[in-house]
């Protein structure tokens, strides 16, 4: 089946430091969408990508569509202790009438103050 | 206001012995779906629904049952819980439509469920 890798898997940062997270797949992808959990929290929705290259901005996140569709990433502009939290990538694998949704394992931001 | 519930919040049970964890969304919503998420793994579908009555596996469905009688509720069922099946659970549910769903996924407030 499908897989999206997401990496990496914790990240570190003082607090107006940047910060990346990148999800990669070895096939062709129709969207990609980002998630944000708060810690003791559920997913929410941040963006969805559709096009090749597509540059997407939310104030100071910056997410991008790789110009194959097979990578994105999520960039935070001087992250803030806000941003505290799990950035997922999900991936809408389909075929005929099938719709089954993939996450990529998640990356872990912690922000020092 | 628009939203997912899911109940129990938090349940401790003992190995065998069947649950159900009820979800259920207020928007009228056609894509349901269950996850379980485990450190180190994210997210993992159990099982999805496109609509009423059509019910799909994802990636991990050993273990559980879902039913999708209508529209608005989509409840999960653990017939024999083992231990390895203690994780957190979220329901979630968006628009869909005639075709498998892009849009946004929104999620109940999670399950967390420990076997013992």
């Known amino acids: 089946g499908q897989q999206v890798m997401q990496i990496p898997q914790y990240q570190h940062v003082q607090e107006g430091e940047d910060f990346t997270t990148y999800c990669n797949s070895s096939t062709t992808l129709s969207n990609i969408q980002w998630y944000k959990q708060r810690p003791g929290g559920h997913p929410v929705f941040l963006i969805q990508l559709v096009k090749s290259g597509e540059v997407k901005k939310q104030k100071r996140l910056t997410f991008q569509f790789g110009e194959a569709k097979k990578n994105s990433s999520l960039h935070i502009t001087a992250t803030q202790t806000t941003d505290v939290g799990t950035y997922f990538c999900?991936?809408?694998?389909?075929?005929?009438?099938?719709?089954?949704?993939?996450f990529g394992q998640g990356t872990t931001l912690q922000v020092k103050p | 206001e628009a939203q997912v519930t899911q109940n129990p919040r938090y349940l401790i049970t003992v190995t065998g012995k069947k649950l159900t964890v009820t979800c259920s969304q207020n928007?009228?919503?056609?894509?349901m779906s269950w996850y379980r998420q485990d450190p180190g793994l994210g997210l993992r579908q159990i099982y999805y629904s496109m609509n009423v009555e059509v019910t799909d596996k994802g990636d991990v469905p050993e273990g559980y049952k879902v039913s999708r009688k209508e529209k608005r509720n989509f409840p999960l069922i653990l017939e024999s819980p083992s231990p390895n099946q203690t994780s957190l659970y979220f329901c979630?549910?968006?628009?869909?439509?005639?075709?498998?769903?892009?849009?946004?996924?929104?999620f109940g407030p999670g399950t967390r469920l420990t076997v013992l």
């Open positions: 928007m009228n919503h056609e894509y």
């Open positions: 999900a991936v809408l694998h389909y075929s005929s009438n099938t719709g089954k949704l993939i």
């Open positions: 979630a549910s968006s628009l869909g439509g005639s075709r498998p769903s892009t849009d946004t996924q929104y």
